[in-house]
């Protein structure tokens, strides 16, 4: 089965502009989940989607991060105005659903996206 | 929110079997273990997944004590294909949803 598909791989932006990132989850997923890495550091938790509600994005800055789930399907994140410290690989995940209890379920990474600002 | 603490880094040898243990106090009683492997420039990608004692599957074993506030991935007899980071997964519960969180997780380098 295809995996989780993420674009672009690479990108590099100055501070202050704007920035985009696609995700097209495993068909049949429910939940998709965006990450941010920082590196060193283990995937935080930015946005979480179930089907095409938002499920948490407590941890996502509001002020320049936000995030859309089109037809419960694909993704975007997007970033804007971009800051130095927003350099990170920035992974999409997706997961049969949350479950009974919200576990149980693995997640499927894609290959995340590097962002550097520079 | 919930926190793992993980050795950061181990060393070990081709065809060792590794221990790596995870503490995490205050998991939830309903939350699952999960374990996940890291190269670089890739996503994580799961490894194991268990409640309490003990699972295995192909890869790896999850040991699992009662008071479930640790766990230990046991890998047999690793390979120079096994040097990764690897994270163990807990979650949080605020505001009725799950939130999955990540530890730094512990890099292993293993020599031939």
């Known amino acids: 089965e295809a995996g989780v598909a993420q674009s672009p791989r690479y990108k590099i932006i100055e501070k202050r502009q704007s920035v985009a990132f696609w995700c097209n989850p495993i068909?049949?997923?429910?939940?998709l989940y965006w990450y941010q890495q920082i590196l060193g550091q283990g995937p935080k938790l930015l946005i979480q989607?179930?089907?095409?509600?938002?499920?948490?994005d407590s941890q996502l800055p509001k002020d320049r991060f936000s995030a859309e789930r089109l037809k419960g399907v694909d993704s975007t994140l997007k970033i804007q105005p971009a800051k130095l410290e927003d350099s990170a690989v920035y992974l999409c995940?997706?997961?049969?659903?949350?479950?009974?209890?919200?576990?149980?379920?693995?997640?499927?990474f894609g290959p995340g996206t590097r962002l550097t600002v520079t | 929110l919930a926190k793992t603490t993980q050795p950061i880094s181990m060393d070990s040898y081709e065809g060792q079997e590794v221990n790596i243990t995870c503490s995490h106090n205050?998991?939830?009683?309903?939350?699952?273990i999960t374990w996940y492997q890291q190269f670089p420039s890739q996503g994580p990608r799961f490894i194991i997944q268990?409640?309490?004692t003990k699972v295995t599957n192909e890869v790896a074993s999850l040991f699992i004590p009662a008071d479930r506030k640790s766990s230990t991935l046991s890998l047999p007899r690793v390979s120079l294909s096994d040097t990764a980071v690897y994270y163990c997964?807990?979650?949080?519960?605020?505001?009725?949803?799950?939130?999955?969180?990540f530890g730094r997780g512990t890099s292993l380098i293993v020599h031939p």
């Open positions: 995940a997706s997961s049969l659903g949350r479950g009974l209890a919200g576990v149980g379920y693995e997640q499927y």
């Open positions: 205050n998991i939830a009683t309903n939350d699952y």
């Open positions: 068909s049949g997923h429910a939940t």
């Open positions: 989607f179930q089907n095409n509600g938002v499920v948490d």
């Open positions: 997964l807990v979650g949080d519960w605020a505001g009725g949803s799950y939130i999955p969180t």
């Open positions: 268990g409640y309490k």
